[in-house]
Structures are given as structure tokens and as C-alpha cells.
């Protein structure tokens, strides 16, 4: 068996947060110690308990997974701390609400899995979140596997939180979006904070609305801006988009659809929003604007019918998509002609105050394509951008710049406007500069089948290609293989490439040929009878490649035991219990200790076979 460690840990052999304790010849393991003032929760009923005034104050932990289906639990106020402990809140949503009304400026909710089904009839306009309606102090470390039906009347929806003004990080989204929505977001719905970090939205997102009149979604954020913005700069880093988002018919209207962002607003006192090292891999299908990272850029908002008084700059650097873009056909008895702008990073803009706009160092590889026939006199597709509108207006001075960008996507030239780059420009200060898009071109058909071309149109076949993001290996028949685990060129080495094509590097991946999850090292090769450190979190890839999770395993060495995680992660924090109850120490690397171990006070025997305790005696004897 080997080692491979994403990061160094200390090499301790202890009783951990556990304590040992001797009383008449006994041995017991008290449960984990936290500070003081601590209040811990152990079950459903528990957390209700506490949260049934309406607040929660002061500092909660979870001691274990608990269940809300018994006990709803709906619209509480956080305003302290509630450390999850790396468990899981099941039945959220089971009270027809968000668990968490708002979380307080000093509030923080971190470290905890939230899973259930969210199912809204409104009749009225709300704001729906996985886990909170509003955020205003700090999410962190969070999951949300609820997935969030709604009908009736149009809601905003966040599938961490609705509305945020605090800060969102290190969060990711499982759950589902579908049903009569005005804004989506898989992470925010609207927002007003300072900070949104690597967050991950894998949900997809399904609005359903009659018409389709100016709604807003993003793989991230639906909204970015707001009209009171204290910050002076917004940061939304490291985030990623893997859901496909979708609406279920073109409509009366337009819809604002990004991969990231839906729609970016200048407004209020913000001076500088910066995307930084975001990137789409989901599918995108909407009547509109749409962009792989943002749908549409509106800088030059006003506020009670004055402009807004402060420079606005908005930078977009080191972000990437590699989605299909389709844009819907018109419905033929829609009462208005809506046309489209796509665009492989963003859709359209409209600027009318003094700043910069800069998108750089960014690129797309997803095909843009329109459905149907029913092409509209304005139909504009561009590469890299759709339509770029720059406007001076009392006396404010604009700028558009487009720099070091790539397209290598399709782009279907049916549009009226259609461009490799740009695919139409109106206005004054606008630049584009040192982009490429010549060379290696990729097509995404609908059922997802990737294809290679050179620049002289030629199939590119039995060969890897990289496209400045991703891996791929074209076959014989000049498509890409996908879903495939698979021998690299050396025959030693076994490699996959995912479902959209993309060769996988230093990550764990669920493959669904072989239906369980694997590990790929930095070269792309598959992890077996090893353990792996990512973070503090310890993992075990058996002798077939499988992250060991759900239960208690055995070491590929045959010998060893250890228990495994629903998460993947293993035990590895001292003393605990095995499938029969007996006490057990985990080592550091995740084995249960056998024969005689030592914490320097005591030395312990645990059984030769499978580890369990059997009686200890002091060191000194």
C-alpha cells in the first residue's frame, strides 16, 4: 500500500479529542470536548428545541448526522455560531421553508451538509435558499443537497442563500432548481457581498415560467450588484459551474442566463468587481442573453433618476467556458420579437457610466449554436462576446476592452451577426486586442458528441489535444471518448476522461461506467491501494480505485480495517467504536491499531486481529 499526501500532517499517536479514562478496572471514551459555552446538538429534536424561540445565539455543534423530518425546523435567525463538524442536518426543508431565516452580521454557519427537498406553492413573491433566505455574517464550507421545487408565483432562489450581503465561501450546491422562478442562482440569488470564493454549483437549474420576460440565472449568481453596496471592491473567485441551465419554452420576453453570473450590475458605492478564475462546464439553453460566464453587463444604473457619481470597473480575468450555448427558437405567436446575443464569455453589456470594463486571459471552447430556423433580424453570436454597447451620457466616459482572449468553439454563422470574436460592437472606447481564434476549432453536437478540427477543416483523430484548459483524446471516428476509464499511451497507466471529454487531473472523480469514485493524481493516472491527504481529510483508494466510503473496509494488505465516511473521508482522529461496539483506535492514516500502542502515560493492547481494545496498564510498570 502507498502513501500519497496532498499535504504534510503531523504524525501523532494519541487520544485525539477523545479521553481515556480508568474507573474500577473500566475503560470509557468520553465524547469529543469543544470550548467552553459550547452547546452541542445530537439530534433533531435537539436542534429544534434550540431553535424554537426563533433565534439561536451564542456557539452550537453538531455532535452527529440528525434528522429534521420528525421536527421541522424552518425561518430561525442565527445570529451565533453553528459548527456542522463535517455532519449532515437531514429533512431540511421538511418545514416548507429555509431552515435559516437570515444569519446575522456576527453570525457564521459552517461545516455542515444540508440535505432534503424544498418543495414551495407561493403566492406571492419570496426568497427561497437552501440552506438560509439571507445571509449577512459568513457561510462557510457548506453543502446543500436540497433540491427546490416551486410554484405558483415567481421567487428569487439561491441554492446556499437568496439574498447575501455577508460572505460566501468554500460552498457547494447538489441540489436541483426547477419551478416559477424570477431570479436563480445556484449559490446566490441576489447579491451584495464582498466575497464569493470557490464555491461549486453542480445543480442544475430548470425555470418553467409561461413567459420568460427578464428572468435572471446564473450557475453562481443570478444577480450581482446592489443599490446600497457598502464595499468598495466585490471579489467572486474560484467558482465553478457544472449544472446545465435551462429554461422549458422562449416565451414573450428575454431571459438573462450565465454560467456564472447572470446578470452584473454597477450600482450603489462599488468602484471594482473582479471575476476571477471562474469557469463553465455546463450546458446552457435560453432566449436571450446568454454567456458562458456572464449573460449581461449593465453598468450606468441609476439611482432616483441621477447617475451614478463614482468610477465603475468591472474585471473579468483567467475565467473559462467550455459549455454548449444554444440559444431557444422564438415561439411563432410570441408578441414580441426578442432577439439573442451569445457569447462564449459574455452576452451583451450596456455601459453608460465613466469606468473600464476589461475582460482578459480568458477563453471558450463551447459551441454556440441557434435551435430551429426561426432566425430574428438581430440574432447576434460571438466567440468570445455577443454584443457590446458602450454609451456616453452626461458626461461619462466608458470603456470596453477585450484582451488576450481565445475562442476555439463553434459559432453558428446563421446568426445575423455572427463573429469568431465579437459578434457586434455599438459605441466609442472599444477595443479588442491580441485575441485568437484561429487554430484548433471544437464542435459539441447536441447529444454532446465533441469533435476536433484544424484550421484547414481537418478531423484531428488518435490523438490527445490540449485546448488551453482541458485534455481530450479524439478516436478513430474524430469524436472525443468520454465516460471512459481508459490505459494511457504508456499501457501502464489508467487514465478517464469524464463525461464532456475533459482528461482528469489531481481530483476525485464519480465514474459512472464503473459507478463509484476515484482519485487522479496530477499526470492523470488512477490512484489504487492508496491513501491520499486533501486538507485535514484522509482518504483510501482500494486496490480496484474505489474511494472506500459507507462503512466499515478492509486495507487492500488484507489486514488492516478502517471505516469509511459517506463523504469518502476515513476515520482517522483516535479512539472510536467498530460495527460491533467495541472500542477501536484510528490511526493517523486511517488503519485501526493492532497490538500494543502508547499515548506515554498508558500502553494499550488492542487485538492482533481486528484492533479492538482489550485492556491496558500504565507505563511505568
Known amino acids: 500500500m502507498k ?200 445543480g442544475n437549474i430548470t425555470i418553467k415560467n409561461a413567459d420568460e420576460y427578464a428572468y435572471r440565472v446564473g450557475g453562481i449568481i443570478a444577480d450581482d450588484g446592489d443599490y446600497d453596496l457598502p464595499q468598495s471592491a466585490v471579489s467572486v473567485i474560484n467558482c465553478k459551474n457544472s449544472g446545465d441551465l435551462k429554461t422549458t419554452q422562449a416565451g414573450t420576453g428575454c431571459t438573462y442566463m450565465g454560467g456564472i453570473i447572470g446578470v452584473a450590475m454597477q450600482r450603489g458605492t462599488q468602484t471594482t468587481v473582479s471575476y476571477t478564475n471562474c469557469e463553465n462546464t455546463g450546458n446552457l439553453s435560453a432566449r436571450g442573453n446568454v454567456g458562458g460566464i456572464i449573460s449581461y453587463i449593465e453598468y450606468g444604473m441609476r439611482k432616483n433618476n441621477a447617475t451614478v457619481p463614482t468610477p465603475a470597473n468591472l474585471v473579468m480575468d483567467g475565467c473559462w467556458n467550455s459549455g454548449t450555448i444554444m440559444g431557444m427558437e422564438q415561439e411563432t405567436n410570441a408578441p414580441y420579437n426578442t432577439a439573442i446575443n451569445l457569447g462564449g464569455l459574455f452576452g451583451s453589456t450596456s455601459v453608460s457610466c465613466t469606468g473600464t470594463i476589461y475582460i482578459k486571459n480568458s477563453g471558450n471552447t463551447g459551441s454556440l449554436y441557434l435551435a430551429g430556423n426561426n432566425v430574428q433580424e438581430y440574432d447576434t453570436i460571438g466567440g468570445i462576446g455577443g454584443r457590446i454597447a458602450t454609451m456616453s451620457d452626461n458626461g461619462t466616459t466608458p470603456y470596453f476592452y477585450v484582451e488576450n482572449c481565445k475562442n476555439k468553439g463553434y459559432v453558428d454563422t446563421r446568426a445575423s451577426f455572427a463573429s469568431e470574436q465579437i459578434g457586434a460592437s455599438q459605441g466609442d472606447n472599444i477595443a479588442v486586442t491580441g485575441c485568437d481564434y484561429s487554430g484548433d476549432h471544437y464542435k459539441t453536437d447536441a447529444d454532446g458528441t465533441i469533435h476536433a478540427y484544424r484550421a484547414d477543416g481537418s478531423k484531428i483523430i488518435n490523438q490527445f489535444v490540449f485546448d488551453g484548459r482541458y485534455t481530450y483524446y479524439f478516436q478513430a471516428d474524430g469524436t472525443a471518448m468520454r465516460d471512459r476509464l481508459t490505459y494511457h499511451p504508456d499501457g501502464e497507466h489508467i487514465i478517464y476522461l469524464d463525461t464532456k471529454g475533459h482528461e482528469v487531473f489531481t481530483n476525485f472523480q464519480y465514474c459512472p461506467s464503473v459507478g463509484y469514485t476515484c482519485y487522479f493524481d496530477s499526470q492523470g493516472y488512477l490512484y489504487k491501494d492508496q491513501i491520499t491527504f486533501v486538507g485535514n481529510n484522509v482518504y483510501y483508494l482500494n486496490a480496484n480505485g474505489a474511494m472506500e466510503q459507507n462503512g466499515w473496509f478492509r486495507f487492500a494488505n488484507g489486514r488492516d480495517y478502517g471505516y469509511g465516511n459517506s463523504d469518502g473521508t476515513i476515520k482517522a482522529d483516535g479512539w472510536g467504536y467498530d460495527p460491533y461496539g467495541r472500542v477501536v483506535f484510528y490511526h493517523w492514516n486511517g488503519m485501526v491499531a493492532r497490538g500494543l500502542i502508547s499515548d506515554g502515560a498508558y500502553y494499550y493492547s488492542m487485538d492482533n486481529t481486528d484492533g479492538h481494545y482489550l485492556g491496558q496498564f500504565p507505563v511505568s510498570q
Open 3 to 202: 502513501l500519497r499526501r496532498k499535504r504534510v500532517a503531523a504524525l501523532v499517536m494519541a487520544a485525539g479529542l477523545g479521553i481515556l479514562s480508568v474507573a474500577g478496572g473500566s475503560m470509557t471514551v468520553f465524547a469529543d470536548t469543544y470550548a467552553a459555552g459550547t452547546t452541542v446538538i445530537s439530534s433533531g429534536q435537539e436542534f429544534a428545541s434550540y431553535a424554537s424561540s426563533g433565534s439561536m445565539y451564542g456557539n452550537y455543534v453538531l455532535a452527529c448526522d440528525i434528522d429534521l423530518s420528525a421536527s421541522p425546523v424552518g425561518g430561525v435567525q442565527l445570529e451565533g455560531t453553528l459548527d456542522g463538524n463535517g455532519h449532515t442536518i437531514y429533512g431540511a426543508g421538511s418545514g416548507g421553508q429555509s431552515v435559516f431565516q437570515n444569519i446575522g452580521s456576527q453570525g457564521a454557519l459552517k461545516n455542515v451538509t444540508f440535505d432534503g427537498t424544498l418543495n414551495v406553492n407561493a403566492t406571492q413573491y419570496l426568497d427561497i435558499g437552501g440552506i438560509s433566505k439571507n445571509n449577512a455574517g459568513t457561510i462557510e464550507n457548506c453543502v446543500s443537497r436540497v433540491n427546490i421545487n416551486v410554484d405558483g408565483a415567481k421567487v428569487r432562489v439561491g441554492g446556499i442563500v437568496s439574498q447575501n450581503v455577508g460572505t460566501v465561501k468554500n460552498c457547494t450546491n447538489e441540489g436541483d432548481i426547477y419551478g416559477t422562478i424570477s431570479e436563480a442562482g445556484g449559490i446566490i440569488g441576489s447579491n451584495g457581498g464582498a466575497l464569493v470564493s470557490d464555491c461549486v454549483n453542480k
